[in-house]
């Protein structure tokens, strides 16, 4: 098992009687010592389980390893074919962390929009003189032209969540979404057009090679001046250095990232960019997400160990 998980499900484990292997950021080699002498894993993003990782891990005991339960919702961590091929089962925690990630997504919108972050970096640095009435002026979410831009479970809890509140929306989706549509009277949009529309541009895509820098120089120019652009999707589904381009210059008005290309790096060039707000990969970060999506995992190796279907299996 890797990482610490929530101390409920950690102590479910332990009450199993299994014998637990922790490890915190291990190396490749690390990995597959580890998972040559192991029954189950609990991956995070951060693990890389790549087919040389999976194949030497196996050939090590003769196929020891049964489960991989990812404790995420993404999985482009995780060689999922090569995992397949050597009879490993991959789960994912899908649902759990839903409302927590949406929530998050809105408060980097309003923080954006009502210029939170600069207004305490102004009273910490000693240098607020009092109230003025054009001071840190910002903008409403009523009325704003909101973009999702990957409506699954996220991106339609943020837009219902935007809905409330005045906005008007619009997505870009695989398929359409006429729930979600009749909800909230979003229109759904090829992904230029949805670009071109929105003031606010918020990304719920999944990894892989589709979305790997769909937000590039090109496609950032297509967003109207002004726009603001939220990411607690894939980092990779951001060309930074092409983003930090598109704010140095003013085009786009302002940016907020939970995740990033190179995680833990962020690119030095997003550093120095104005109205730019950077979190540290807190969507998901809420006691009882975190609680869910461990004993999300826990059901999952439960399943598999009495040889059932697990609720969770990613399909090939």
């Known amino acids: 098992m890797t990482q610490v998980l929530e101390a409920g499900a ?62 995420a919702v993404g999985y482009d961590n995780i060689d999922v074919q090569a995992a397949h091929n050597q009879g490993i089962v991959v789960t994912n925690t899908p649902g759990v962390l839903t409302q927590a990630t949406a929530e998050f997504a809105l408060t980097l919108i309003l923080n954006l929009l009502r210029r939170v972050s600069e207004g305490e970096a102004l009273l910490r640095s000693g240098q607020w003189q009092g109230w003025e009435p054009t001071q840190l002026l910002g903008s409403s979410l009523a009325g704003k032209k909101v973009g999702i831009l990957g409506a699954g479970r996220i991106g339609q809890a943020l837009g219902q969540l935007v809905h409330l509140l005045g906005a008007e929306l619009a997505y870009c989706s695989r ?55 939220i990411n607690t999707g894939r980092g990779n589904s951001i060309d930074e250095v092409a983003l930090a381009e598109a704010l140095q210059s003013g085009h786009l008005g302002g940016a907020a990232l939970d995740v990033y290309e190179k995680e833990p790096s962020v690119h030095p ?32 190796i439960q399943a598999v160990f009495a040889g059932q279907p697990a609720p969770n299996q990613i399909p090939i």
């Open 175 to 229: 398929s359409p979404q006429p729930a979600f549509e009749s909800q909230t009277q979003a229109q759904q949009m090829d992904f230029q057009s949805l670009l071109k529309w929105s003031e606010v541009l918020s990304l719920h895509l999944p990894g892989g090679a589709d979305t790997f820098h769909l937000l590039n120089a090109e496609t950032l120019a297509m967003l109207p001046k002004g726009a603001i652009l």
């Open 10 to 71: 950690w102590e479910q484990f332990k009450a199993m009687g299994w014998e637990l292997n922790t490890l915190i950021q291990p190396s490749p080699n690390a990995l597959k010592d580890a998972l040559a002498e192991s029954d189950a894993l609990v991956s995070m993003l951060t693990d890389r389980l790549s087919a040389e990782v999976l194949q030497a891990a196996q050939a090590a005991q003769g196929g020891r390893l049964k489960i991989i339960a990812n404790h």
């Open 269 to 300: 060039a997003l550093l120095s960019c104005p109205n730019t707000l950077l979190l540290p990969h807190l969507g998901s970060a809420t006691v009882s997400t975190r609680r869910a999506m461990a004993l999300t995992c826990l059901q999952n």
